[in-house]
């Protein structure tokens, strides 16, 4: 069906690059660059373009609100193991009587070196804490209670 509707014509400004990639689509085509630029500019102003981008938009958001939501776990993971340490670790270690105190400073970046090349065996090879510690953590959203 072919639409009798006067046409209106539209001066644009196109970077070369552009001009050259629709005088060749039209060439392969074998239809007018003008018939091109004018299925190009319905396709994109259609309500079903604008869907279709609103579609993946959202499609990653959701997935950032998931990794956003997984980061969050890992950093209340973090914060929840430090705390635990400090408490455990202020409870059990005594103070150290001076001449020890001094000692134990003195040792303390070798033990700290100790430390990070443990940490980084850890983090090389893993489990990751977070994989040890399970999902369904209670106040996650994932657990609903029953209705």
């Known amino acids: 069906m072919t639409s009798h509707r006067k046409k209106s014509k539209f001066t644009v400004y196109l970077d070369p690059d552009v001009t050259q990639a629709l005088a060749d689509f039209a060439a392969r085509r074998d239809q007018s660059q003008s018939?091109?630029?004018e299925a190009a500019i319905?396709?994109?102003?259609?309500?079903?373009?604008?869907?279709?981008?609103e579609a993946v938009v959202a499609k990653?958001?959701?997935?950032i609100d998931r990794r956003m939501?997984?980061?969050?776990?890992?950093?209340?993971?973090?914060?929840?193991?430090?705390?635990?340490?400090?408490?455990?670790?202020?409870?059990?270690t005594p103070a150290l009587p001076e001449?020890?105190?001094?000692?134990?400073?003195?040792?303390?970046?070798?033990?700290?070196e100790a430390f990070i090349t443990a940490l980084g065996r850890r983090l090389?090879?893993?489990p990751k804490?977070?994989?040890e510690i399970t999902e369904d953590m209670p106040g996650s959203e994932e657990e609903k209670p029953p209705t």
Request: net charge positive; glycine share 4%.
């Open 129 to 131: 804490l977070r994989q």
């Open 124 to 126: 090389a090879q893993g």
């Open 99 to 112: 001449p020890a105190a001094q000692a134990a400073r003195a040792k303390s970046a070798e033990r700290y």
């Open 35 to 37: 018939m091109i630029a």
């Open 60 to 63: 990653r958001l959701d997935q």
């Open 42 to 53: 319905a396709s994109f102003l259609s309500p079903d373009d604008a869907e279709r981008r």
């Open 69 to 92: 939501t997984r980061l969050e776990r890992d950093v209340g993971i973090a914060v929840e193991t430090l705390a635990v340490f400090i408490r455990f670790w202020i409870t059990t």
